[in-house]
């Protein structure tokens, strides 16, 4: 390996992490995003009056399918059979926030599945809110926490 990482061989080509030797674990990760808006944005998708539909529902589904197609839109992620993705909100006066976790019994982690789950879930609102706010900014996607596998458990700030 190159300076430790583990998607580059020897001689600094990309290459998938063989991961066979793992044990299988139960793992999870949970991240979370934000989507700041104008009032009236955050107002219109808390009432159900955005003319596309339920905001929140099209974008928890987006969030989950993301999940599963991880392995397909980032280079180099496995293919990981999901046990379970949720996706949850909480609503703010300028904006929305979203917490996916991403749960497998598997030989590598699902923080990858996570952090796609939130970015697509952020995006979405935005799609489907973006009529009534072009300068909504999406950010602080984070991971929150994971759990399982070899390197334990971590949570952010602790």
Request: proline share 1%.
């Amino acid at each position: 390996m190159t300076g430790g990482l583990t998607h580059l061989d020897e001689d600094g080509a990309a290459r998938m992490v063989d991961v066979s030797a793992k044990a299988v674990t139960a793992r999870e990760a949970v991240a979370s995003g934000r989507i700041a808006m104008s009032a009236t944005a955050s107002q219109a998708i808390r009432d159900g009056l955005v003319k596309k539909g339920d905001v929140l529902a099209v974008a928890r589904v987006a969030g989950i399918m993301a999940a599963k197609r991880t392995a397909d839109l980032i280079p180099l992620c496995h293919p990981i059979a999901l046990s379970s993705v949720t996706v949850d909100f909480d609503l703010l006066d300028d904006g929305v926030r979203v917490v996916a976790t991403a749960r497998t019994a598997g030989q590598t982690g699902v923080e990858m599945e996570a952090l796609t789950a939130a970015s697509a879930t952020l995006l979405t609102i935005y799609d489907m809110a973006k009529a009534l706010d072009k300068a909504m900014v999406i950010g602080d996607i984070r991971l929150e926490a994971k759990s399982g596998g070899r390197s334990g458990d971590w949570k952010r700030g602790a």
